[in-house]
C-alpha cells in the first residue's frame, strides 16, 4: 500500500504540473494582447491630451477668421505655420516618431497643411496619399481613429484626430507612434512559450516512459509470484 501511495502522489503531482503549464501557455496569448492594449491605451491618451491642447491654441485663430478654412489662414501666414509647426514637433519623442496635419482640397484631395517634423518638413499643400479609407472616416465623422500600421519588422499606430470647432472640419493631425516597447516584451514571452511546450514535452515523455517501466516491473513481478507447480 506504502508503494501504491508514493506512485499516486507522484502520479498526482505531474497531473498538477502538466496542469499549471497548459494554463500558463493557454494565457500567454491573453497576456499578449492585454499588453499591448494597455500600452496603446496609455499612448493614445497622452497623444490625445497634447492634441487636444493644441486644437485648443488653434480656436483663438479661427475664431479671429470666420470666413476662411483654417488651411487658407495658415497659407498667407508663414510666420503663423512656422510657430504651429514647432508646437506639433514637441511631441515628437521615442515613441512618437511623426506628427503633422493634413487637409482636404477642394477636390477631396489630402493635402500637407502642417508637419511637425524636425528635419525635412513637408511644404504647405504638397499631395497626401492616403493608405487607408480610415482617413475618410475620421473627415466624415469628426471622430478620432487609429490606423494599424503593424509589418515584419516595426509595429506602428497612427493616431488620427480630426480638427473640428464649432462644428466644422478644418482638418486631421496625424500622430505615428512605436510600439516597440511591447514588441520588446512579446520577444521575451514567446521564447518563454516555447521552452514550456518543450518542457512539457519532456514532462509526457518521462510519463510514458515511467509508465513502460512500471508496466514492465508489474509484470516480473507476477511472474515471480505465480506458482511453477
Known sequence: MKIAKKELVYVAMVAITLLLLVLIVLEIPKIQQDL???????MVRSV???LHNFENEVQPIVAAHPDHELSEVIENDPALQKQLETILSMLIADEVQYCYAVFRDENGKFRFMLDGARHDRAEFGRKFDIESDVWLKAY???????VDQSNLSTLWITYL???????KMHGIIA???SLESYRYVINILQPLQKYIWIFM?????????????????????KQVFIDPL
Open 36 to 42: 499591448k492594449e494597455n500600452i496603446q491605451a496609455n
Open 48 to 50: 490625445n491630451a497634447f
Open 140 to 146: 466624415e465623422t469628426g471622430q478620432p481613429q487609429l
Open 161 to 167: 484626430y480630426p480638427i473640428v470647432i464649432d462644428g
Open 175 to 177: 500622430a505615428d507612434f
Open 201 to 221: 514535452g519532456l514532462i509526457f515523455m518521462g510519463i510514458v516512459v515511467s509508465a513502460i517501466q512500471y508496466f514492465l516491473y508489474r509484470l516480473s513481478q
